[in-house]
C-alpha cells in the first residue's frame, strides 16, 4: 500500500515536498516513480526512482527543478519541487514497480496546486 502526502497550496516560485510512504518489508524490491494528472490531461511521469536510488530519471518538465530521492530504512520516497509554476498543478501520485516481476501499485494520490 501507497501513502502520499504533502500536496497543497502554493504560490509559483515556491516549493514543496512529497512524500510516499510504502507499506510492507519488501520496499527496496521496488523501483519508485511519480505521475501527475492535470485536469483534461493524461497522466505522465515526473520522475522515476530505480531499487537502490542510485538511477533517476525525470521528465523535460522537472529537470533541474525536481529532486527524487528515496529512504528505503523508512519506505519512503520523496519528490523535492522547487521553482513551481502553474503549469504543476496536477494531482500527483506515487507508483511501485516491482523489479523482479513488474508489478505495480499506484497510491492514492495528493493535489498540488500552484497559483499565479
Known amino acids: 500500500q501507497l501513502q502520499a502526502s504533502g500536496g497543497g497550496l502554493v504560490q509559483a516560485g515556491g516549493s514543496l515536498r512529497l512524500s510516499c510512504a510504502a507499506s510492507g518489508r519488501t520496499f527496496s524490491t521496488y523501483g519508485m516513480g511519480w505521475f501527475r494528472q492535470a485536469p483534461g490531461k493524461e497522466r505522465e511521469l515526473v520522475a522515476a526512482?530505480?531499487?537502490?536510488?542510485?538511477?533517476?530519471y525525470y521528465a523535460d518538465s522537472a529537470k533541474g527543478r525536481f529532486t527524487i530521492s528515496r529512504d528505503n530504512a523508512k519506505n519512503t520516497v520523496y519528490l523535492q519541487m522547487n521553482s513551481l509554476k502553474p503549469e504543476d498543478t496536477a494531482v500527483y501520485f506515487c507508483?511501485?514497480?516491482?523489479?523482479?516481476?513488474?508489478?505495480?501499485?499506484w497510491g492514492q494520490g495528493t493535489l498540488v496546486t500552484v497559483s499565479s
Open positions: 526512482i530505480n531499487w537502490s536510488g542510485g538511477t533517476t
Open positions: 507508483n511501485a514497480r516491482n523489479r523482479y516481476d513488474n508489478r505495480v501499485h
